[in-house]
């Protein structure tokens, strides 16, 4: 089988996996009660005193604003048609289009997101090259304690707390001097590459040494090769498994993470409007937020796909 060849077959999994999620996005936002709708409905009945036909009149108009109110069958087909189309309508709750809400909050998201990111693998795997690279040395003890620690204790752990004593105070002889606490989205970033770090230095170290310790490591020690030679070649090598692991992981902890982020550093990027949609039971801008999501997840994994085809040829075959 050519590359190309996989390439087409990865894509074609690549979309049934986008339907599929679709789909199931679909099924759990169909069968969770409108808690929403049920608090409108009782707040009608308790304190306006409406007669159940005024209470049946409101939870149709509320059905009917929302596209609620066709059957599960077109519900689901239309659902399909938008996402294909990327004609995702009206959002109720921010009153414009899901796209405009898109537009300026994915990013908002984006920029911390992609330094954080390119922070965690650049250190991780220089890190976790160099830890392999001088094995049981004291530079390997402290950084693999480190490693442990950060996996141990959650980056926004020290987010909630940064943020509740209001940034850093440095005792003076005069008094307290505020440091000007920085940019949300500066905190965001580093919070990022601390929840990343621990996992791309522990994929590096295992993949380097796994590679360290092969016969062409020794032939080019033998022959004299600098440690900087020796480390580049290890890389080389090991970058098949980093890759394999790393995307899959930096996607799952991305997803669970930019929701705490923003929540808090109030931060009004896409995972706060996919939250606020929700709780309003608005479905175009749930269809958007989730979309996006689930665009940026099954990209990550057939670019994942895409770079172990072309690292390691043999998959091909």
């Known amino acids: 089988m050519s590359y190309l060849q996989y390439l087409a077959r990865r894509v074609a999994f690549a979309v049934l996996s986008a339907y599929l999620v679709v789909t199931a996005t679909f099924a759990l936002i169909t069968f969770t009660p409108n808690v929403d709708l049920g608090a409108k409905l009782a707040s009608a009945a308790r304190f306006q005193r409406a007669s159940p036909e005024e209470i049946e009149q409101i939870r149709q108009r509320y059905l009917e604003a929302r596209g609620l109110d066709a059957s599960l069958l077109d519900q689901y087909v239309g659902w399909l048609v938008d996402v ?3 004609e995702w309508g009206y959002s109720f709750a921010y009153r414009k289009p899901v796209w405009s809400v898109l537009e300026t909050r994915v990013p908002t998201t984006l920029e911390y997101v992609i330094p954080g990111v390119i922070l965690a693998v650049a250190f991780g795997v220089l890190f976790g090259l160099a830890s392999a690279m001088l ?3 004291r530079f390997d003890w402290v950084l ?3 490693s442990y620690a950060l996996l141990g204790i959650p980056a926004f752990v020290g987010l909630v707390w940064y943020t509740a004593v209001g940034g850093a105070k440095i005792q003076s002889i005069g008094g307290t001097l505020l440091v000007v606490s920085p940019h949300p989205q500066v905190l965001a970033a580093v919070t990022v590459a601390a929840t990343l770090l621990a996992g791309q230095i522990r994929f590096a170290r295992i993949a380097s040494l796994e ?4 016969e062409f490591t020794k032939l080019l020690k033998a022959k004299g090769s600098s440690r900087l030679r020796v480390a580049r070649h290890v890389l080389r090598n090991a970058s098949i498994p980093i890759v394999s ?6 996607l799952g902890v991305l997803v669970l993470n ?3 982020i923003e929540e808090i550093l109030e931060i009004e990027g896409l995972a706060g409007a996919s939250l ?3 709780r309003e039971r608005d479905l175009p801008l749930i269809i958007g937020t989730t979309m996006i999501l689930v665009f940026v997840g099954i990209l990550g994994n057939l670019l994942q796909d895409v770079l172990y085809g072309y690292l390691d040829p ?3 075959g």
């Open 84 to 86: 294909t189309t990327l």
């Open 135 to 137: 094995r049981n040395s």
């Open 144 to 146: 693999r304690v480190g």
């Open 211 to 214: 590679q360290a310790g092969k």
């Open 245 to 250: 692991l790393s995307v899959t992981e930096i």
């Open 258 to 260: 930019i929701y705490v």
């Open 276 to 278: 606020f949609a929700v």
């Open 314 to 316: 043999r998959i091909n």
